[in-house]
């Protein structure tokens, strides 16, 4: 889809910690739609990365949106970014901030810098800790779960910066009350849908149009590969129990061999990898399955079961910030034989799913509105741009971060390119 720039006045530049696919993943999705809302608003947009360019990624130029190839630690980045000269510049998760933070603050010191934080990576890193330490899902959010290195890096990143973009209300919430973050430094950037129409609902497979049971999520996201894991050695043989014909058919981009070694027709559990279309494998399965045990953000797996029709067995983690006080369009439950009993439940009764369906869509449209949080962010980013020097001068805490930042990471980095220009030097002997 090409963006509808108007006339653009400003320079964007993004820093991708990847190159963004769609297709792939659900922060691919959401960083399309962050390029939409800043071309709309009539800002030429620059993407660039250090990650090596992928297969399945945007194709960026078509949209009219420059791609430049960027590396780690080297002084060339100066240079590219002094010239480039953009108004607004975009990190890509706390990682690319304190990679090329320092430089952008040195080189364009006026420009806006936002951080896209995607999800709290600390959040669901220290989820994930736990899980592997106790065995239990979703613990108790406290100082002594989140208070971690990790933690210190990506909130630093946070308060350097002079807006984050934060995917979830309760992200939001944490930041706020246990990291003391001040909330005119965040704005709220949950996933940006197309309302389902009244007619689109009806376009649907029916319930009897649809069969067997299905999963999706890139591999190379732990939290998915986790899930494929549970459905396989818990919740899978419960469902296929009572339901000794069904299906379940796992999607997703980039599966690794100890994936596709899961495969077996016998049990019905299908690894098919790859979805050259989400939505017509989503359409065509009667309940989706997303037993996610850790994690952070939104889930994109579950916004798009909504949006085509199909309800969804999660957990309290993939429901997170989803539903609000809304009824939610299948069931939660952190326990597999609940999940699964569910799931049969749900597979074997058309009134039970077709109000689970009615649930899932109106969750879609009341959350997530495209037109709404579009119009919220474009204000936001305006409104820190009018004022962004007494925006600066009110977070005392952010400079302070910046200028120690500029003597340690910047350091660091040219002893590191320092480092790399004497190695190539001696390869080219």
Not at 103 to 121: F, G, H, K, N, Y
Not at 139 to 167: G, K, N, W, Y
Not at 180 to 201: C, I, M
Request: charged share 20%; with cysteine.
């Amino acid at each position: 889809m090409v963006l509808d720039v108007i006339a653009p006045s400003k320079k964007l530049l993004i820093i991708g910690y990847v190159w963004p696919e769609p297709n792939s993943s659900a922060a691919g999705v959401h960083m399309q739609t962050l390029m939409e809302v800043f071309g709309n608003m009539g800002w030429h947009i620059t993407f660039s990365s250090p990650a090596a360019l992928s297969e399945h990624m945007l194709p960026l130029q078509a949209m009219g949106i420059d791609q430049a190839e960027i590396k780690l630690n080297c002084d060339s980045f100066d240079d590219f970014v002094r010239e480039l000269d953009p108004a607004a510049v975009v990190f890509d998760r706390y990682m690319m901030e304190e990679q090329f933070g320092w430089r952008v603050s040195e080189q364009c010191p006026s420009a806006l810098r936002i951080l896209e934080t995607c999800d709290l990576a600390c959040l669901r890193d220290a989820r994930q800790q736990y899980f592997k330490k106790h065995q239990r899902i979703n613990p108790e959010i406290s100082q002594s779960l989140l208070f971690t290195e990790m933690a210190q890096r990506e909130i630093a990143a946070i308060h350097r910066c002079d807006l984050s973009l934060v995917i979830s209300e309760i992200e939001m919430g944490i930041l706020c009350d246990l990291f003391r973050v001040d909330p005119s430094l965040l704005t709220y950037f949950p996933f940006l849908l197309e309302p389902v129409s009244s007619e689109t609902k009806e376009k649907q497979p029916s319930f009897e149009a649809r069969q067997h049971f299905i999963s999706i999520g890139n591999f190379r996201h732990a939290p998915n590969w986790d899930a494929v894991r549970f459905l396989k050695e818990n919740i899978w043989p419960l469902i296929r129990k009572q339901l000794p014909k069904a299906e379940l058919h796992i999607y997703g981009a980039y599966p690794p061999p100890k994936a596709t070694a899961l495969h077996n027709p016998k049990q019905g559990f299908l690894v098919k990898g790859w979805a050259n279309s989400s939505s017509e494998v989503m359409r065509s399965a009667r309940v989706n399955l997303a037993p996610v045990r850790f994690g952070a953000g939104l889930k994109g797996k579950l916004a798009d079961a909504m949006s085509y029709g199909t309800p969804s067995i999660t957990t309290s983690i993939g429901a997170e910030a989803m539903h609000a006080e809304l009824p939610w369009g299948g069931t939660i439950s952190d326990d597999a034989q609940t999940m699964a009993d569910a799931a049969v439940a749900l597979y074997n009764n058309p009134d039970q799913w077709l109000k689970q369906q009615a649930q899932g869509f109106a969750v879609h449209n009341q959350r997530f509105n495209k037109a709404t949080h579009a119009t919220a962010l474009r204000c936001a980013i305006e409104s820190t741009l009018a004022n962004l020097a007494q925006h600066r001068l009110n977070n005392f805490t952010g400079a302070m971060l910046q200028h120690h930042s500029l003597k340690s990471t910047k350091y660091m980095s040219q002893w590191i390119a320092e480092k790399n220009k004497s190695q190539n030097k001696g390869q080219n002997k």
